[in-house]
Structure formats: C-alpha cells, structure tokens
C-alpha cells in the first residue's frame, strides 16, 4: 500500500466535494500522488417506478448527475494545484446483489475496500453523509464500513 495513492469515493453530494477540496489542499502540487475519483452507483429499486421507462429515466439521470459532478471534481483538484496527469476516475454500477463488472454480491461499501484492496491504494477519501443514527442502526453507513472494514491503510473522513 503506498500512502500517496488516493482513492476518493464520491456521490456527488456535497460531502463528496469538500472531501474533493480537501485532498486537494492536502496533495497541491506535490509530486508522486495519485488520485482516484470513484463512484458506485447503486441502481434504483425497479418495483418502485411505475414502468421500465421511468426507472431507465432516473439510472440516466443519476449517471449524468455523476458525470458533472466528475468534471466539477477534477476540475476543483485542478484548481488547488493538482496535475490532470495524475488523476483517474472509476465508475462502477451495481444492482442489487450483482454488477456490470462481476463482482456479485458487494454493497457500496465493499467494492470501495475492495477497489483499496485490488488497487494498492495507502489512502481511502469519504465524506461522511450525515444520516441519523436511527438510520445507521437500520441500514448501515458506508462511511462506518469502511472505517471498520478498512486495512492497511489511512482513512480520511471529511465532514
């Protein structure tokens, strides 16, 4: 794992880009890092639109969400000093229990300390969401999960 590698996962929520600003002020314009932007997208319950139509409508809308807020984020580490060269962006769709890229059964949290895993990534980005606890108790946090699931690493939790 090597610290100066950065993954920072992000969905466009405004958490997602103060902790973008914030590795921007932390990384400038030093040299060695490398940033990561990624996303994983969690497709919407399909029993919840009315037609197919609709819920292709809202996983189209969600994508171009994303996609903006891609070009805002890079362009936000651009401004703080950051080289273009050194920053990538991963997309990944999820359904459910399976995914467009074949890791079935992971939740939004795991593919994040997966891709950490897989990619040798020594720092892990979240903005921390702000749900309730009642929430939390409920449906988990992908912030707490990561927190606790992550090894061999630092995390950084911008509020």
Not at 13 to 23: F, I, L
């Amino acid at each position: 794992m090597h610290f100066k590698k950065i993954l920072v996962a992000v969905d466009a929520s405004e958490n997602s880009a103060r902790a973008v600003e914030y590795v921007g002020i932390m990384v400038g314009d030093t040299p060695g890092f490398e940033i990561t932007l990624l996303h994983v997208e969690r497709y919407p319950e399909r029993d919840i639109f009315p037609d197919d139509t609709s819920w292709q409508d809202a996983c189209r809308e969600e994508g171009q969400n994303i996609r903006t807020f891609f070009s805002q984020a890079k362009a936000m580490l651009e401004n703080k000093g950051v080289s273009p060269d050194i920053i990538s962006i991963e997309y990944v769709k999820t359904s459910g229990g399976g995914t467009q890229r074949g890791s079935k059964g992971l939740g939004v949290a795991q593919h994040i300390l997966k891709m950490h895993r897989d990619g040798g990534f020594g720092t892990v980005v979240v903005g921390r969401r702000g749900v309730s606890k009642a929430e939390e108790f409920l449906f988990g946090s992908v912030t707490t999960k990561i927190i606790h699931n992550a090894k061999d690493c630092t995390v950084w939790v911008v509020e």
